[in-house]
């Protein structure tokens, strides 16, 4: 059993502790898995099957060849006629990856593949893997200020679905002694190399995570926070870890862990 708390930090009640908060912690299956779903997010980058072929270029090396470049002392490039007078043609070479507005030489392929696979049971041990570290709280203080949470994992009442604005929100985890955690993900720092330039010039570090059963008014008030909002249903290795890593603070509410079943 483990206890459930308010917004105003007092015990309401207690909730039984589903089995898998007893699975064994393997940090190398959570990375696997944790890479395994990144790389399902990855763009692939291939270019146009067309790019730098939609030009009218010809190769006519043969005698008496209309348009032919026969005796012209000219190399073996594909060329597009530019000017005439005549019998005569002015060219321009065309096509090849040497010329200029060429089809570039070696580019991307489509077939490529970029993603890594996991067996579906593993995926599933790796997720009730990292759900049972963010129980351990010498894991989980690794990356998240968790002095005033004396057990974990941290149960609250289901009220906190009614929270609608970040103001409130942001009170009621303060009270639940989530204040230096609050501070911690506050913070941002301008981002090293080109990324600045692409639109994500901030960096902000991982804040908590909120597993609950009706998402659609923590999504709203959370966000600003820098907080997770996700359901049971919805819950990946990406969310429960911390990136990648066992020791994710998870916030529960009293109907989603009653409810968790991976």
């Known amino acids: 059993m483990v206890d459930v708390f308010s917004l105003e930090n007092k015990k309401v009640g207690e ?17 696997k898995a944790f890479l395994a779903e990144q790389s399902n997010e990855f763009q692939l980058k291939y270019v146009d099957p067309l790019a730098g072929k939609r030009k009218a270029a010809v190769l006519m090396k043969t005698r008496r060849t209309f348009k032919t470049v026969y005796g012209h002392g000219m190399n073996r490039t ?11 043609f002015s060219f321009e ?10 089809r570039e030489a070696h580019p991307p392929e489509a077939n490529k593949v970029i993603t890594k696979k996991i067996n579906k049971k593993e995926r599933l041990f790796a997720i ?15 990356y998240h200020r968790i002095d005033a ?8 009442d289901d009220s906190i679905n009614k929270i609608k604005k970040t ?6 985890l303060s009270k639940l002694g989530l204040e230096g955690e609050l501070e911690r993900i506050s913070s941002r720092k301008i981002r ?6 692409r639109g994500r010039k901030y960096k902000r570090k991982l804040g908590p995570l ?3 059963t009706d998402a659609s008014n923590l999504k709203r008030s959370m966000s600003n926070l820098n907080i997770t909002v996700k359901t049971p249903s919805n819950l990946g290795v990406s969310d429960a870890s911390h990136a990648g890593n066992p020791g994710r603070l998870i916030i529960w509410t009293k109907e989603a862990l009653s409810s968790l079943k991976i």
């Open 210 to 212: 909120i597993v609950t």
């Open 78 to 88: 594909p060329r597009k006629t530019m000017s005439r007078m005549g019998s005569h």
């Open 167 to 172: 103001k409130d929100a942001e009170m009621a």
């Open 149 to 156: 949470i004396k057990h974990l994992p941290l149960v609250v």
């Open 15 to 31: 909730v039984e502790l589903p089995e898998l908060f007893k699975n064994e912690i393997r940090p190398d299956v959570i990375m």
């Open 192 to 197: 090293a190399g080109k990324g600045k330039l």
């Open 93 to 102: 070479g065309a096509f090849a990856p040497h010329t200029v507005g060429g």
């Open 128 to 142: 009730r893997s990292a759900i049972a570290a963010s129980a351990v709280k010498e894991l989980v203080s690794k």
